[in-house]
């Protein structure tokens, strides 16, 4: 018996096996991003999640991702997240279970320097869609909204 005061706010789990991951989602140059949970794929209102390959010897296009907040878990091979800083390009190396943090709206592009070694990371967004929006340069002019 079901107490119907909480049955409106019971949910549900939803499972998305690895197998089914889809590849309709925004794409960068260079990676293959595969969508886990999203808005489209399990009605989630504030997060994405998914999984992205990087392949041997290749760098992504640079790129951002608007608003949202994002947390790279690296699963394999050693990636490389690039970035700007004043005039520099700053590389992050890292190793599989390294966590990378990316705030809204800034440049960056990620690279596999091995050269027989996919690299795959676990992605999460605080937004329910992969925002991705890809940029000439990690110099490139970033509209970012204003703050209140």
Request: charged share 25%; no cysteine; hydrophobic share 35%.
């Amino acid at each position: 018996m079901t107490d119907s005061g909480t049955a409106a706010w019971h949910g549900r789990i939803e499972h998305v096996r690895g197998a089914d991951l889809g590849a309709d989602t925004a794409q960068t140059s260079g990676m293959r991003r595969y969508e886990a949970i999203s808005g489209k794929t399990v009605g989630s209102e504030r997060l994405w999640m998914g999984r992205t390959h990087v392949g041997p010897a290749t760098s992504s296009g640079d790129h951002h991702h608007g608003e949202a907040e994002t947390a790279i878990y690296i699963v394999s091979g050693h990636p490389v997240f690039v970035f700007a800083e004043g005039d520099e390009e700053v590389r992050v190396e890292t190793r599989p279970g390294d966590y990378i943090f990316v705030p809204p709206y800034l440049p960056h592009r990620e690279e596999n320097p091995s050269p027989d070694e996919e690299a795959v990371v676990v992605i999460a967004r605080s937004t329910q869609e992969g925002i991705v929006v890809n940029l000439p340069s990690l110099w490139a002019d970033v509209e970012r909204p204003q703050t209140p």
